[in-house]
């Protein structure tokens, strides 16, 4: 079997070289102990084997002169191997290259063998640390630091965090070489050699593991990990944590070390420059009978902090706790909700008033015995010990906190100070705008299957015929057996003018709303029942919890009877600036018109997009600006952990996941997208702002784009309707904005709802199969794509006009996602170089590409 193949990334085969390297290591240093080190050592210490027989110090020191030369020999050899590696390597010397291109940067056989050897190695140094090396003061530690470090190399490579693995495995061989060398000229007396040895080690110690470790790797881990990584929905970060937590670990175990080579230093300058004994020595196999084992010490302490990161790890997940409160309707009542949710999450650092289980409840009983430590009577060593682990354990959770909100880490500008203020309960509004499906599709049934006889929503009468002008055609019935739709009807400005009227005439009132099933049928056969179906309560559970408890609309109708992109324009800026379809030539452009977003900049408040793909709010062209790309943030990265800290700005859109992939399948409800998936995000977001500091200040507003073609049986209103700007529609049609579209679903989340306590319930998949990713793209898609294009710098290729016509669904969510990342990246950097805050940046198209000839390069200008 192979075990290495390059390029393909992780495979779990490639393990099996872990265990060769490991037993490998062991058959190597057991030849070399017998064969090459011990009579070298012997040689070198200038003793004789007959008169040692009963000597048990020198053969002490024969042991760990042994065990030198055998590290000495492994370090060098991998220091070498390394370099060697990371010699050809760009990313070797530039931090912001660690994670660029993640997760299909390139793996190289090299790497892979250099990453088993170096796993392989740990893995064996625990066993020979147990049973065979000589046991010092520092054996916990020591056991700890090998522990750690076999799983951080294991977790960065089935992460694929090669590059920043590799720096790190490289920084710490280094000062391993003159330590080991160090102590062979110290053995054989050799007091010139060990000083400089020494002194080379302190210096390179310091230097890598305390000063470029923390200030540049763990910067890179914490910092340019979001800038790189926060376009990506499928980041899950719980990777970001768990990563870092334990290159924290590391760094305490540095500062622990430091203390004793530092203590060394001192001594070896009282003693005139000559290398002082070790002082982590000891007598071998013996541990101080007196104390409780340091190693168990200091599992207890990363336990407690481990279970602060549960807790922090459960506001960033779904919780199956939090509640439904409120009932619809009931708008303007004396005061909020009382957040009682999520009651029993212990909240790192919380008071005992505030609900959460303080710091204290995570130290319980050492595992060495059944009383707690006293950590007056064991002295003040452990206190500190254990001090410095909470305190580098939160001084980490503070600052990355604080570098994922990427606004702050970008810019470094202060925030504007508001000209008004918000005078109302809602500080904060978050807006969630699904994909094409009309109220009597997703919630007409509950009104006489879901307990809510006051909502207008379906009785089951409701028909239309196949030919709306014929009297004698075949009705077609509304029914709740709506599963999975594969088909995507017709929502064109043409097919809607159909739908709600029956023909070309729109002079009748009210609308007859009696077109959709000939329309449907006029597309495909069988198509009518597909659009006069909508989902049973119970389909849609979570929407049927929040229409019982929340406020549910039944006249909220799409701004336009047209496709998505009108639409989506009128819910951020009340028009579409003409607009009745989706002109790409516009789209890829950017439209001009003034925006709620800059509305909110104009006044000093403040607003965020969190998106999971590609976000649609850049079709318009002022979002393009460099000072707004800073308020684009990765929803999976930085929504919860936001919400969390209570720092969720005024105004908040949440962008789907519009692509259908295996990773990350789309979220957004288009037909013919699992609904199961939407149910889920809905409930996902909903739980987050419930567990939100911000809770009381935040109203949640769910709704549509548009219909989608499904059916709907309230008139949509075609009389009083102001156009926004006077702009009139293009031919052939010359809209004059003065009718609306189709019902949507719309339900206002807020804690001054008035409240009763439900359970969200959990969500079934309506789908018998899994996305496909090789299907063509939906209109809407294609879009996306087009936009895409322009912020990859792509429109200006010959080959625009064709761009997304022959792309998979899995080709298009990739490029889409690359081309937002590259956009916002040479944004931020504009902006770090001192770039005017309103330019937009334009970027320019590469010779070769990565899909079909269509890619770009990094570079940027701004204009």
Partial sequence: ??????????????????????????????????????????????????????????????AKCSESMWKLTYYAAVQIWVLSIIKQETWSLDTKEYFKGWPNQELK????????????FYVYSIGALVAWETRRKDFSIMMSHHIVTSVLIGFSYITRFFRIGTMILALHDTSDVFLESAKLFKYSEKEMAASLCFGLFAISWFLLRLVYFPFWIIKASSYECVEALSWMENFPTTLYYVFNTMLLTLLVFHTYWWKLIFAMIMKQMSNKGQVGEDIRSGSPRVTSPEKPDFFCGLIHDITSCFKSLVSLAECLLPSVSARLVGSPFSICCPGPRTNRTRENLPLLLSSPS?????????????????????????????????????????????????????????????????KHEIKGPIKTLVVLVMENRSFDHMLGWLRTKGGRPDIDGLTGHEYNRLNASDPSS?????????????????????????????????????????????????????????????????????????AEEFAVFDRWFASVPASTQPNRFYVHSATSHGATGNVRRDLVHGFPQKTIFDSLDEDGLSFGVYYQNIPAVLFFKSLRKLKHLVKFHSYKLAFKLDAKLGRLPNYVVIEQH????????????????????????????????????????????????????????????????PNPDGIIGPDPFYFKFDRLGVRVPTILISPWIEKRTEKLP??????????????????????????????????????????????????????????????????????????????????????????????????????
């Fill in 109 to 120: 056989s090299s790497l892979i063998l250099f990453y088993m050897c170096q796993c392989g």
């Fill in 1 to 62: 079997m192979t075990l290495v193949h390059a390029g393909v990334g992780p495979e779990p085969g490639n393990f099996l070289l872990v265990l060769c390297f490991a037993f490998g290591s062991f058959v190597a240093r057991l030849l070399l102990d017998r064969f090459v080190y011990k009579p070298l050592a012997m040689k070198l210490l200038s003793y004789k084997a007959v008169p040692m027989i009963n000597d048990e110090a020198k053969w002490s020191k024969i």
């Fill in 354 to 418: 505030r609900g959460g289980a303080p710091w204290d409840s995570f130290v319980r009983a050492p595992p060495w015995g059944g009383r707690e430590m006293d950590l007056v009577a064991q002295g003040g060593r452990r206190a500190r010990r254990r001090l410095l682990v909470r305190a580098v354990f939160l001084l980490y959770l503070m600052t990355s906190a604080h570098c994922l909100d990427a606004e702050r880490a970008v810019s470094g500008r202060r925030k504007k100070k508001a």
């Fill in 474 to 546: 075949p009705e077609v019935f509304v029914s709740d057996g709506a599963a999975y739709v594969d088909s995507d009807p017709g929502h064109s400005f043409q097919a809607i003018r159909e739908q709600i009227f029956g023909s070309e005439d729109t002079a009748a009132v009210p609308a007859p709303m009696s077109g959709f099933a000939q329309q449907a049928e006029s597309m495909g056969e069988g198509m009518a029942s597909t659009v006069m179906r909508g989902f049973a309560p119970d389909a849609v559970p979570v929407y049927s919890a929040l």
């Fill in 762 to 863: 959990k969500v079934k998949s309506l789908r018998p199969f899994g996305p496909r990713e090789d299907k063509v793209l939906s209109e809407f898609q294609v879009e996306l794509i087009q936009l895409a294009s322009q912020l990859n710098g792509d429109h200006v290729l010959n080959t625009y006009p064709y761009i997304g016509k022959g792309m998979t669904v899995r080709q298009a969510n990739r490029y889409a996602e690359d081309a937002v990342a590259r956009f916002l990246e040479a944004g931020r950097a504009a902006l770090r170089a001192g770039a005017n805050e309103s330019a937009i940046v334009t970027m320019r198209p590469a010779l070769t590409s990565r899909i079909s000839g269509w890619s770009s390069d990094a570079s940027a200008q701004s204009i």
């Fill in 658 to 721: 519009y692509f259908d992939v295996k990773l990350s399948p789309a979220n957004d409800d288009h037909p013919s997208h699992d609904i199961a998936r939407g149910q889920r995000l809905v409930k996902e977001v909903y739980q987050t702002l419930r567990a939100s500091p911000q809770w009381n200040e935040t109203a949640l507003l769910i709704t549509y784009d548009e219909h989608g073609g499904f059916y709907d049986h309230v008139p949509t209103p075609v009389t009083g309707v």
